[in-house]
């Protein structure tokens, strides 16, 4: 199989508020704004759309002549950048739904108050925002992670704008893996290994598609009365070791994978003497520190709620790997 280096990509709470939708959701019923076309989710989120033949789309780069696969679907592309909040309001022009998927970057939170605010002015009828697993459940462990804290935090933001709500709340995305793998272009020139490193502790680590993800908001901007002010836990069919998950690699890329368990201390270090930032240092080793628990290897840790809004099972790493075509170029 060929190198994947041109693929994946580039990277009760609170009282349930009610909405009911002022349009059905058709070819007229305006432009759709697809945030970071570059993004993993996202990608596949406007290529669905536009394959599908549905309403006009707008997904936003940080240069308009960027995403020239995406134009060439019929998608128009908007300049809209992250943090640059006057990007915002042409990116929204005449916008009734938007699928929101926020950078993990620092202060992402901020920026991402900023542009609720944004749709709000723009009078946006219905957003699908990505999340994390159980950020909305509270006291689950997951809250013990920064990045889950926060995505809690804007959840309950956009739960409480007045803005219809779709919340995609995901587990580990299977192309986070693959992404480690073809980033560290070093590891691909001499005929040694390539190492994957962690801090799991053997434990089993539940991954999902996101081809599986995209296809529920997709389902959910093209049918929004039957999701509208719902969170969906997503997760993948079953849960496996990172060890497994390096086998995949190394059948995928054709080149030897091992996985390098490492204790959580010497995992930390490694990263931080990699010039990995504060911010999200804390993020990646909160994750592992979770995965170390190894709840998400037990049944109860999986959802049904792919296989209840798509009518088919969750894809296992197998079939993420074996969709070649649908993965987003850099």
């Known amino acids: 199989?060929?190198?994947?280096?041109?693929?994946?990509?580039?990277n009760p709470v609170t009282p349930k508020i009610f909405h009911h939708l002022e349009f059905e959701f058709d070819r007229s019923a305006g432009t759709i704004f697809v945030t970071g076309g570059h993004g993993i989710i996202s990608h596949r989120v406007a290529s669905r759309l536009l394959n599908a033949g549905f309403p006009p789309v707008r997904v936003g780069a940080l240069h308009a002549d960027e995403l020239s696969d995406l134009n060439k679907l019929g998608a128009e592309v908007a300049d809209f950048s992250w943090g640059e909040d006057e990007t915002y309001p042409n990116a929204l022009k005449g916008v009734k739904t938007v699928f929101c998927a926020p950078p993990h970057s620092k202060n992402w939170e901020e920026d991402?108050?900023?542009?609720?605010?944004?749709c709000q002015q723009a009078e946006v009828k219905h957003i699908v925002k990505m999340s994390f697993l159980h950020a909305n459940t509270p006291d689950h462990e997951l809250q013990q992670v920064p990045l889950v804290k926060l995505h809690s935090?804007?959840?309950?933001?956009?739960?409480?704008?007045?803005?219809?709500?779709?919340?995609?709340?995901?587990s580990h995305l299977m192309s986070n893996p693959l992404i480690d793998l073809t980033t560290n272009k070093s590891q691909h020139v001499t005929s040694a290994p390539i190492k994957l490193y962690g801090a799991s502790a053997g434990k089993a680590v539940n991954y999902v598609s996101p081809?599986?993800?995209a296809e529920v908001a997709v389902r959910a901007l093209l049918a929004p009365h039957n999701h509208v002010d719902k969170i969906y836990?997503?997760?993948?069919?079953?849960?496996?070791?990172?060890?497994?998950?390096a086998k995949h690699l190394e059948k995928f890329?054709?080149?030897?994978?091992?996985?390098v368990d490492q204790p959580i201390e010497r995992f930390e270090l490694n990263e931080a003497l990699g010039g990995v930032p504060s911010w999200l240092l804390h993020d990646i080793v909160s994750l592992e520190q979770i995965k170390a628990l190894?709840?998400?290897?037990?049944?109860p840790f999986l959802t049904s709620d792919i296989e209840k809004v798509c009518n088919h099972k969750p894809e296992t790493f197998v079939d993420y790997l074996?969709?070649?075509?649908?993965?987003?170029?850099?």
């Open 294 to 299: 190894g709840h998400e290897g037990y049944a």
């Open 112 to 118: 991402f108050e900023v542009f609720l605010k944004a």
């Open 153 to 170: 935090k804007c959840d309950k933001r956009l739960i409480h704008s007045g803005i219809a709500y779709t919340i995609l709340a995901a």
């Open 253 to 259: 890329i054709g080149k030897p994978v091992v996985y």
């Open 211 to 213: 081809n599986d993800v």
């Open 233 to 245: 836990q997503l997760t993948g069919p079953l849960s496996i070791k990172e060890e497994e998950v």
């Open 322 to 330: 074996s969709n070649v075509d649908v993965m987003s170029p850099l």
């Open 1 to 10: 199989m060929n190198t994947p280096t041109n693929f994946e990509p580039y």
